[in-house]
């Protein structure tokens, strides 16, 4: 009984277990199986030799409907070769069916040949969440080997923003590990944000007419164009109360007020995103305290609460973005439409800006006084540290490391020096020696740009700047004068300044000119001359007045 | 006769005769510039200062009787409106490329050759004349049902002399071209690189003379791309017999960034530490071309979660229906389905070519046609797509003998049809692996490269469950919207993919 038991088991275990793939799916073939070796093709008469395990040699015929195969793809007689192991089934002495198996490395792809395209939604440290067109969105990781190319440039991947388009490559068919990214350069930056009354559309053209049409510059709208025709992009997605609108639609709305995300698209203005005011405009700037993205609201510090939906044009780091890369203590403008306390918002524009893009990049910007450069290695002493939008002091001292690749600045001769030069001269000393109170020598002052604990740059001067006075600035390049009293300067527009005692980002209705000549300027992890600051350009910078002291490119 | 004189851009292109390479949505020449029907401009920099030139480009192609070889003849007249002092650029270029069929691969190989050059360059006192133009360039075209693929190099050097004997500049090129034509776009962008080198003598006021040497570097790309699309369009009125239509239209459009790396000059001379490095966006766009299409009036669909794709299928003609019921829920057999992607693709030339044929066949008094399939007659209506199918490779029977052209469509069978159209079956991974969707197993295995091909470029999805349901009978709206899919592909996705992937993100 137990026998019968175990083979009954044994046999529902097999039957059980799938087919192996040498056999199509779903389909069984008839006849008597054949294992072996083809001796011989003959491809005019349609038979082949095969030699089977056993040493026995026949010739079959091969059936004109016979299924053929090689490794689990359909192929035909003339893709067998002499020598091809194979399996077969047979009818009398017709084959009716054949595979064989050639490929070396199964399912293997060649690298970089998997490819997605998409948004970044989310960054956490080596995890990238991907929204793509669709909407769908999938989780994949960074290595240390994983390479990032920006406007066809090798950069760090701490360049990368939430909302920057992006290209993965995969090397592998499963594998969720990045080897490639490719980061869409500044054309992924909103150029612009509008506002107007909606005109005529040419959808055959894909082109806008607005009127009376303003543009928010230096922290509120400015008046821009009385007409103005715009690209729509092909991408374009156009909301009216929180709802898409298919575009053949937007000829009902003709003499309404919408806003306008605008991209550039090889020198013209592209719109990206369209918002249809509904009722009445409010608009607000200040600090989102609280946001609820499951209720779509926010709060902002004044206790406005404001609901926000699919249609609201979010933008942070000067990039579409979607609610949930809005982090509750954001600065924003707001522009909201509704009346009385149900407001929604049509337009959140982030301010913030900070050193790291994200907390891939572990970037800081030290300030201190040289209490000891050696080879390779220098210590600042009661060091501040820029955190958060402010300097920091430390009563300690701070261990920091240098390299061949450091950018080390000499701000009293203006000029570079090299590594030798940092540690021989007389740059860090022992105060209290009487060899320094004999030559009156003091430690020099530094800014120093760090990666972690590496100097990525480091600006040397003898005298300690008065932090207290400086101010962290936001802006956009919009234009650099060589002024033949001051030397070069850059002028910001749509400026914000951090205040320490409101805790957020001020907006400057004037821009802002400072001196550059003497900063060190920082684009994408390397130092840049400022003849390499473009119009457009967005800058994080400390500045004390009309000295700029340290401008980033981000 | 103003007219006459400001006739910039004059494209006289032998439409019939067109290759691939000069179809509509490929660039002129190879200097980075863009045009429109009026003007074209592109950026100069020999005198190591951008200086955008526009004005009158005359294009002229032509083709030899044999067909194999093509005749391109570009004429620039460009001035730099820009500048106080006098400019003028005159270019005459005449390439022939050379065609090398292989239908054994159903591709085919273009060498392209300079056989005639000119071009002088006037700028304030300074006369530029090209004294030597080497070129060569050469591409391989993947000819495939629903597309062609192609892709090129180039190589060149152009010399010349400054006021005689004054200096010299030599701009080596090297670059690349990638492209694709179907029926409903083409799309060519080029990323060429410029190595300049110049050597000259500035004479100053005095008498004295100085030596200027410099090097720069420039990257060019651009893109030319004309797409169609589908637009509908309401009408106006109530009392008509018509609701509204679509609207093909044909929109064109040129894409240029140059990227440059050159010494700031002063006088003539350069500056040894400073460089000037930025980019210039040109674009250009044609006026769209409208068409109006048929008008749909199918009583069963309105509402249906397909109506706009059926009836925007219907609009292209793609089916041949009773004009008042599409019955969007009745299966799509395989015969519908091979008709309507051969025709949703205007896969006709070669239909055309089987008439003309059959024709002088039976002027002949050959031997009848003979059906490859025992179920598919020659006099069936559908006959000459399942043909032109099965020699394109887009479709093959369920057996040797036996198409089944009744027999309902399955989801694996359409997919395979529109990735064979595609060529893209090579794309999948060496054989051996899974597919990522839930009910891989039931994938059958001459299904399985297109499933995994349509889920990489997106034209299928995994359901709620992620399952491909390779199995399941389309119904004739799933089908439609599978096609439509299909045409955004050729149409907008491809563009995206060759235009925008390249030029944003190089």
Redesign the interface.
């Known amino acids: 009984m137990k026998r019968l038991v175990i083979i009954f088991l044994t046999l529902a275990v097999l039957t059980a277990i ?1 087919l192996s ?1 040498g056999k ?3 389909k069984t073939y008839p006849g008597l199986p054949l294992e072996g070796y083809i001796k011989e093709i003959n491809l005019t008469d349609q038979w082949v030799s095969v030699e089977e395990y056993s040493g026995r040699v026949r010739r079959w015929s091969l059936s ?2 016979a299924v053929i ?6 192929a035909e007689p003339k893709d067998f070769k002499p020598g091809m192991e194979i399996y077969a089934h047979y009818i009398r002495n017709n084959i009716t069916y054949m595979e064989s198996w050639s ?7 060649s690298p970089g ?2 490819v997605r ?1 998409g948004t970044v939604k989310k960054i956490d440290r080596d995890q990238l969440i991907i929204r ?1 067109p ?1 909407g ?1 969105e999938e989780t994949y990781f960074t290595s240390p080997a994983t390479l990032a ?1 920006k ?2 440039v090798s950069v760090p991947l701490s360049t990368l923003y939430e909302g920057d ?1 992006v ?1 993965l490559y995969f090397d592998e ?2 594998s969720p590990i990045i080897s490639r990214v ?4 500044d ?2 930056k909103i150029k612009g944000l509008y506002k107007g009354q909606l005109d005529v559309t040419k ?4 082109v806008l007419g607005m009127k009376n049409v303003e543009v928010f510059q230096d922290g509120a709208w400015r008046e821009f164009k009385s007409v103005l025709r715009m690209d729509l992009s ?1 991408d374009l997605s156009i909301f009216f109360n929180g709802q898409a609108q298919p575009s ?1 639609n937007i000829k009902y709305f003709r003499g309404r007020t919408v806003y306008l995300a605008v991209k ?5 203005d592209q719109v990206e995103k369209m918002v249809i005011k509904n009722q009445y405009e409010t608009t607000f700037s200040d600090k989102i305290e609280e946001i609820n993205w499951y209720g779509e609201a926010f709060e902002l510090k004044n206790k406005q609460n404001i609901g926000f939906n699919e249609g609201t044009i979010f933008i942070k780091n000067h990039r579409l973005v979607d609610a949930y890369s809005v982090n509750p203590g954001s600065d924003a403008f707001v522009v909201t439409d509704g009346r009385g306390k149900q407001m929604s918002a049509d337009v959140v524009y982030i301010y913030d800006e900070d050193i790291n893009n994200s907390n891939i990049g572990q970037y800081y910007l030290y300030s201190g006084q040289l209490d000891m450069v050696v080879q390779n290695r220098v210590t600042l002493t009661d060091f501040f540290l820029l955190n958060r939008n402010e300097w920091e002091s430390f009563d300690d001292d701070k261990e920091l490391y240098y390299d061949n690749d450091t950018y080390i600045f000499d701000l009293e001769e203006m000029n570079r020096i090299t590594p030798e030069q940092f540690y021989t001269e007389h740059y860090a000393v022992d105060e209290d020696s009487s060899y320094a109170r004999h030559d009156k020598l003091k430690s020099w002052h530094v800014y120093a740009y760090t990666d972690g604990d590496r100097i990525v740059a480091i600006a040397l001067k003898k005298d300690m700047d008065s932090l207290l006075r400086q101010r962290i600035t936001l802006g956009t390049v919009d234009k650099l004068e060589e002024d033949p009293y001051v030397g070069m300067t850059v002028s910001l527009r749509d400026a914000q300044d951090w205040s320490r005692r409101n805790d957020k980002w001020m907006p400057k209705t004037v821009p802002v000119r400072m001196r550059v000549e003497k900063a060190l300027l920082i684009k994408d992890d390397k130092v840049i ?1 400022w ?2 600051l ?1 119009p457009g350009d967005n800058i994080y910078s400390v500045r004390d007045d009309f000295e700029g002291k340290f401008l980033m490119v981000k | 006769m103003i007219m006459g004189k400001r006739m910039m851009a004059l494209i006289i292109a032998l439409a019939m005769f067109m290759s691939p390479l000069h179809a509509l949505g490929a660039p002129s020449g190879f200097d980075g510039g863009v045009n429109n029907e009026y003007e074209y401009e592109e950026i100069v920099f020999i005198t190591g200062k951008p200086m955008k030139f526009s004005g009158e480009l005359d294009v002229k192609v032509s083709e030899s009787k044999s067909g194999d070889t093509e005749t391109v003849k570009y004429k620039y007249n460009l001035t730099n409106k820009d500048e106080t002092i006098k400019t003028k650029l005159t270019r005459q270029i005449t390439l022939v490329t050379e065609y090398t069929e292989r239908d054994d691969k159903g591709q085919a190989t273009a060498q392209t050759t300079l056989t005639r050059y000119s071009e002088k360059i006037d700028i304030g006192k300074d006369k530029y004349v090209l004294e030597d133009f080497q070129f060569s360039k050469s591409d391989v075209i993947d000819r495939r049902p629903a597309a062609d693929f192609y892709s090129g190099n180039l190589e060149g050097r152009k010399y010349y002399k400054l006021n005689r004997d004054e200096g010299e500049v030599i701009i080596s090129i090297s670059g690349g071209n990638v492209g694709y034509e179907n029926f409903w776009g083409s799309t060519e962008t080029q990323i060429i690189d410029y190595y300049i080198i110049s050597d000259r003598v500035v004479t100053y006021e005095d008498g004295e003379n100085e030596k200027s040497c410099w090097e720069g570097t420039v990257r060019a790309q651009v893109s030319d791309s004309m797409t169609k699309k589908l637009i509908y369009g309401e009408n106006e009125a109530n009392f008509s017999s018509f609701d509204g239509g679509y609207i093909r239209t044909t929109n064109r459009e040129m894409v240029s960034r140059y990227e440059y790396d050159l010494p700031r000059m002063k006088d003539n001379i350069p500056d040894e530490r400073r460089r000037l490095k930025d980019r210039i966006n040109l674009s250009a766009k044609m006026v769209p071309r409208v068409e109006r299409l048929v008008v749909p009036k199918f009583r069963d669909v309105r509402g249906h979660w397909a109506e706009e794709y059926i009836t925007k299928l219907y609009s292209l003609d793609v089916f041949d229906e009773s004009p008042n019921f599409f019955t969007p829920e009745i299966a799509m057999t395989r015969a519908e389905f091979t008709k309507g992607v051969i025709r949703a693709c205007d896969i006709r030339s070669s239909l055309e070519d089987d008439k003309k044929t059959s024709r002088s066949r039976s002027r002949r008094k050959e031997l009848p046609e003979e059906s490859p399939f025992k179920d598919v007659k020659v006099e069936d209506i559908d006959y000459r797509y399942i043909k032109q199918g099965l020699e394109k490779s887009i479709v093959a029977g369920v057996s040797k003998d036996f198409f089944k052209p009744n027999d309902p469509l399955t989801r694996a069978q359409a997919i395979t049809i529109l990735i064979r159209a595609l060529g893209f079956g090579s794309k999948a991974p060496n054989p051996g692996y899974y597919t990522s969707f839930s009910d891989d197993d039931k994938i059958p295995f001459w299904a399985r490269d297109s499933v995994y091909v349509a889920r990489e470029i997106g034209i299928i999805e995994g359901d709620s469950y992620n399952r491909a349901s390779p199995g399941k009978i389309m119904t004739r709206a799933e089908a439609s919207a599978m096609l439509v899919r299909f045409l955004e592909f050729l149409e907008k996705d491809l563009q995206r993919d060759y235009r925008e992937n390249i030029m944003l993100y190089n």
């Open positions: 799938p793939s199509a799916v779903g004109h409907n195969m090689i490794d689990d793809t359909p490929t070396e490395n199964l399912g293997y792809i040949t998997k395209s793509y669709t769908k190319v406007n066809g388009s290209r068919k499963d490719k980061i869409q350069g054309s992924v959808i055959a053209d894909g092909r053949g550039d698209f090889f020198g013209r001359s003849d390499e473009k």
